[in-house]
């Protein structure tokens, strides 16, 4: 049996929102606030139009755009004829109108889902004022994305009967946010300002924190030691009966996985200005002494002044940030 059209629909927005969480999960993407954006709007796109279809027992009518023609009168007619786009398809018609015809209907959009995708949609549009985000706005747009993702999944098993929540990851705070950087004291341009003006304004709707939907929600990650007695105690010991614990290399690779060769290309491809120079040293050194940014391996360990290979977490990209100018179709060829 054929599935019912509006189940595509669902398909689709689930693909979208993956790909969205996904993309805004790598370490070193430098277009994440803005490529989650434009995913995720089109994955609510796509479950609204679901929604409406659903409803109206699959007629593509409800999610098509028609319009009146111009008489040679100078009037108008009354009947209404479908829209198509220039290449000649029909047109349908977007969130907004998704949100008017649901709420017309039982199936109301809550206020909180409304204020969230608001503020995916100025993220989107204003991506032109700002390069690379700043923690502040970054901060926010992950507290806005997980939302985001939350509303989704609950509305998609609310609508549709189908349980994302094993299948769809949520964001990885440590990726978007330094533990030793205070956010609030970054210094923004005026454009951004507005920005994160507008986002903590619409943040400010979520005025029930036991609704199931949320405009943003907060994320804390807080390492501490456990006091659990079941949870074994590590120590060094030359013990030769000692319970022993081993960092393999690959364990080492996953963490700086780029050596001197892999970040030189990795800046070529997402710079227009950059150039393999003194300036360049200059940047790069200082970071050699951050053991969370960089390692050494030396040909023998015991010796700190034997040949050396260094190795870079991908982590290193922001401060490479402050000093060159990304290339705009950077973003697009790390998707290819």
């Keep these: 049996m054929r599935p019912p059209l509006h189940s595509k629909f669902v398909d689709k927005a689930q693909a979208a929102i ?21 995913l995720a709007l089109n994955a609510w796109e796509l479950l609204l139009k679901g929604k409406v279809l659903k409803d109206s027992k699959n007629n593509l009518g409800a ?20 829209k198509r786009n220039r290449t000649g398809n029909p047109m349908t018609i977007g969130i907004g109108s998704c949100i008017d015809a649901l709420n017309r209907t039982k199936a109301q959009v809550s206020n909180e889902v409304i204020a969230n995708i608001y503020a995916l949609v100025a993220i989107r549009d204003n991506s032109a004022h700002y390069i690379t985000a700043s923690p502040v706005l970054a901060r926010q747009v992950l507290e806005i994305a997980s939302a985001s993702v939350k509303n989704f999944v609950t509305l998609a098993k609310h609508w549709f009967g189908q349980d994302f929540s094993n299948t769809l990851t949520m964001m990885l705070p440590l990726s978007f946010i330094s533990g030793d950087k205070e ?25 029930n924190p036991e609704a199931p939907f949320s ?30 614990v081993t960092i393999s290399e690959e364990d080492v690779r996953a963490k700086f996985p780029w050596d001197y060769r892999e970040l030189v290309r990795r800046l070529k491809a997402r710079y227009s200005d950059f150039k393999q ?43 490479f940030d402050r000093h060159y100018t990304q290339d705009p179709h950077a973003a697009i060829r790390e998707l290819l």
């Design 277 to 319: 120079d003194e300036r360049f040293h200059s940047i790069r050194k200082p970071l050699l002494a951050d053991a969370k940014l960089t390692k050494s391996r030396f040909l023998d360990p015991a010796n700190p002044k034997s040949p050396k290979k260094d190795f870079y977490n991908p982590n290193v990209i922001p401060t």
């Design 18 to 38: 993956t790909s969205a969480i996904e993309v805004y999960n790598k370490p070193a993407f430098g277009y994440r606030e803005e490529t989650f954006a434009l």
């Design 183 to 207: 956010v609030e004291s970054v210094v923004v341009t005026a454009d951004e300002g507005r920005l994160i003006g507008y986002l903590q304004h619409l943040s400010e709707k979520d005025s």
């Design 215 to 244: 405009v943003a929600v907060r994320l804390q990650v807080k390492f501490e030691k456990s006091s659990q007695a079941t949870v074994p105690k590590v120590q060094w010991s030359n013990d030769p009966d000692a319970v022993k």
């Design 63 to 82: 999610i098509r755009v028609f319009e009146h023609r111009h008489t040679k009168s100078g009037g108008k007619t009354k009947k209404r004829y479908l």
